[in-house]
């Protein structure tokens, strides 16, 4: 990685700076206080109502190191874009930083466009942290799965998430896709079900108890995994679907004592990739 990862702390002192109290009304930032990212005249266009026209809009191709941007990783072979764009109540990407800028001490660069890169883009790796999801998995190059390889041995951190674990018979697909390149990249690694112990779930926000994003769907839909890198997590997999949470949708069994915990643990996972 080319971005020292504590550069993006607003000061030396603890990550959180307030309790986390998510608003009954969607709170937007300022317009004034959002950038907005020429799209170079091109447009990716997804037909189906649910997603319409997201604009191609780049991220920072040098970043400064001096704000941490949420990047969306674009791959091949799937909803990627998933949730990108205003259908149910928020776009999920800039929610989700519109509220890690304000209950944290991460200093966050706000768009008004969603920010991803493509596995194939030469910047990818300027970026420590990607966020992945989708429904049906990926399908990868040999020469992608080399560089996403690659990108991890360099210390890049990976947040894969399922956005419905109730498919294949309440398996999901995204877990499958996440075993098989990982054991073909890295066949000395295994899957490891996470414990709430672990720092990913107290870097900001304690969590002793599992609640999920949208769902909580079990057996298989209730626990976290990851793959570990020298002790250091690499890849972080969540069958919950915290992103459709940030998306304001409802979330069952919990309600919105459910959509809180969606937010802090997002804010843990970057909290933790950052430090």
Not at 108 to 127: G, K, M, W
Not at 137 to 156: A, D, I, P, T
Not at 179 to 208: A, C, G, T
Request: a negative charge; charged letters at 25%.
């Amino acid at each position: 990685m080319t971005t020292h990862r504590r550069t993006f702390l607003k000061k030396s002192v603890k990550l959180a700076t307030t309790g986390l109290l998510l608003p009954k009304l969607p709170i937007f930032a300022d317009d004034n206080n959002l950038t907005e990212i020429p799209s170079e005249n091109e447009t990716n266009t997804y037909q189906g109502s649910r997603y319409g026209t997201i604009d191609q809009h780049w991220p920072d191709k040098e970043p400064t190191g001096e704000k941490f941007v949420f990047i969306r990783l674009k791959y091949p072979g799937g909803d990627w874009y998933t949730n990108l764009v205003d259908y149910y109540r928020w776009p999920s990407d800039l929610r989700f930083t519109q509220m890690l800028d304000r209950q944290t001490n991460i200093d966050v660069a706000l768009y008004s466009n969603p920010q991803f890169v493509s596995i194939d883009d030469d910047y990818l790796f300027a970026y420590p942290y990607l966020f992945v999801t989708g429904h049906v998995g990926f399908r990868f190059s040999q020469e992608q799965k080399w560089r996403l390889k690659e990108y991890l041995e360099r210390g890049g951190f990976l947040h894969i998430e399922d956005c419905d674990v109730r498919l294949n018979g309440g398996r999901g697909f995204m877990r499958e896709a996440v075993r098989l390149l990982i054991k073909e990249l890295f066949p000395e690694k295994k899957v490891e079900r996470l414990d709430l112990s672990h720092p990913i779930y107290h870097s900001i926000y304690d969590h002793n108890e599992y609640l999920g994003g949208d769902k909580l769907v079990k057996p298989y839909g209730c626990y976290d995994e990851a793959i570990t890198f020298d002790d250091r997590i690499g890849i972080y997999f969540c069958p919950s679907d915290l992103n459709c949470a940030w998306e304001g949708r409802p979330c069952s069994p919990g309600g919105e004592e459910q959509r809180q915990w969606a937010f802090e643990q997002g804010m843990n996972v970057v909290g933790y990739a950052l430090s």
